[in-house]
């Protein structure tokens, strides 16, 4: 199995000759009104290496995992996999583009890629978002990609349970706040590292629960 990292949150993975690309985020432009960009830059990776995917993966709807731009120049035979969230905007979102071998899948529900290649959604389980996760297993090797999403203590458990080889998880919160707010720089400064010591605490919660052998922490 060979695993790259392709920026952000973008993973990809070939294993028993299937290749599944993760969020693939690569478009100039950015994202967000073109106020957030890839870090570090990742210009320097070869996109024709990933337009042979035989699976594409598609987290969440936020523009740093759900890559608009880049999407409609990628090759509409692919199979792509989403979370079968509530509601059906993603989805459209994804057929507007071209695609249309679109995978749904339930929350762990497991579909085999390959022989000896599986992956698993599991979606986040707060109701103001719809985000996912993806589990995946191959060669006996087990990767969870946790994406945006944020997890009550009996799902890390679970993941434990499950025992987690590679672990991609969030350390940072891609978020503007307290920018919105008209405060003074040292009231600013305050916030933002309360904002900060919480999400490195949840961090270490959640890599200590989980016990996964290796951690790549994303700023996501």
Partial sequence: MEIKFLGQAGLCIKSNNTKLVCDPWFSNTGGFLARWHQFPPNENISINEIYDADYLYISHEHHDHFDREFLKSFPKDVQVIIANFQTK????????????????????QTHKLSDNFDVTIVTDPGKYKEDSSLLIKSEGFKILNKNDCYYNRDYLEKFSSIGI?????????????????????????????????????YFIGVVNTIKPKYVIPLSL
């Fill in 89 to 108: 905007d993603f989805r459209n979102d994804i057929s507007k583009l071209g695609f249309t071998n679109i995978i749904e899948m339930n929350d762990w």
């Fill in 165 to 201: 080889d590679l672990l991609f998880t969030q350390f940072s919160g891609a978020i503007w706040y307290p920018m919105v707010y008209n405060y003074d720089i040292e009231t600013k400064k305050k916030a933002a590292k309360k904002v900060r010591d919480r999400l490195t605490e």
